[in-house]
């Protein structure tokens, strides 16, 4: 990685001492893995309701069910008219938004399926259900994205500095936390260049990406292995009790560890951030037509 100004290290550190005064334990987001497996739990049960007969689209529950999540799909174009007109500062901020925005964008759609029983008849119907499952699955994925971002790639640098202070590998240092271990030193760093290389534009990056993710996790077996050998023969001379040897051994590997994946979150920043760019420009349309099929659908109920 290139050189880092002294001016900068010292707004790095004042930023992460500020991050620090301002944090508030807070309960981990839920993953996209979850919300796709709490989806697809939840749409098991609008696929049973069909199979049983529980209720038809038809039905008063079912109608209310359609007229509901269709309501909540509507109240989803309030998060893009939040960003963009600035007269619509006062009605919060926009983290609460986006959290509102996801919640619609996950209820709305089951709600509809719930409707629908999963089956459909007029063509009308058959082109709002599968607009609507486009644009709940590209708006997990943009989840996805958006986690993976967020905090910016300042906030990535900040991290990664903090990781390299504590292993002692920047410039400032006269030794590093694993001077005992040269072969770790010298992978890490190695590691540290090749990632911090800027990679080729084809394929957006993802390549580059995938590759630093790859040797991330061959660099973590390939220092626990040498880490293993080296303290262990350092147990055997300086006769250390099997407790002694096992915590430095987890310690070192935590050390490593969390480097190395702030290291991998740093390389792969750009590649999210293209990704959620172009994820961006795909699902508009789809909402577009989500919207314009939605109110078709309501149209041709009420009318027929």
């Known amino acids: 990685m290139a050189a880092i100004s002294e001016a900068a290290r010292n707004e790095i550190r004042a930023a992460l001492a500020q991050k620090r005064m301002e944090e508030r334990p807070s309960r981990k987001p839920l993953s996209s893995t979850a919300i796709w497996l709490i989806a697809l739990t939840l749409t098991m049960g609008a696929w049973a309701a069909g199979r049983f007969e529980w209720y038809t689209p038809g039905s008063d529950f079912g109608y209310y069910l359609g007229m509901a999540g269709g309501i909540m799909m509507l109240l989803l174009l309030l998060y893009p008219l939040r960003k963009h007109v600035r007269f619509l500062n006062w009605t919060g901020k926009l983290p609460g938004w986006f959290r509102f925005h996801m919640f619609l964008g996950i209820a709305g759609p089951l709600l509809i399926l719930y409707h629908s029983t999963l089956h459909v008849g007029s063509l009308n119907a058959k082109v709002a259900l599968y607009s609507m499952i486009l644009v709940a699955g590209s708006g997990i994925f943009g989840r996805f ?23 002692g590998l920047t410039g400032g240092e006269v030794k590093s936390k694993f001077h005992f271990a040269p072969s770790v030193e010298t992978r890490l760093k190695a590691l540290e260049a090749y990632a911090s290389a800027e990679a080729s534009p084809g394929m957006l990056g993802i390549r580059h990406a995938l590759m630093v993710g790859w040797r991330v996790r061959q660099a973590l077996w390939l220092t626990h292995r040498d880490l293993r050998r080296i303290l262990g023969k350092a147990a055997v001379e300086r006769d250390w009790p099997r407790e002694k040897l096992a915590q430095r ?22 590649v999210y951030q293209r990704l959620f760019s172009l994820w961006h420009v795909l699902h508009v349309p789809l909402v577009y ?10 149209i041709a109920v009420h009318m027929y």
């Open 289 to 298: 037509m989500l919207v314009i099929s939605g109110v078709v659908h309501v």
């Open 249 to 270: 051994l987890r310690k070192s590997d935590q050390l490593v560890r969390t480097y190395l994946f702030a290291l991998r979150d740093v390389a792969q920043y750009r």
């Open 145 to 167: 994205f958006y986690t993976k971002i967020h905090h910016g790639l300042y906030g990535r640098h900040s991290t990664l500095q903090e990781r390299q202070e504590r292993l």
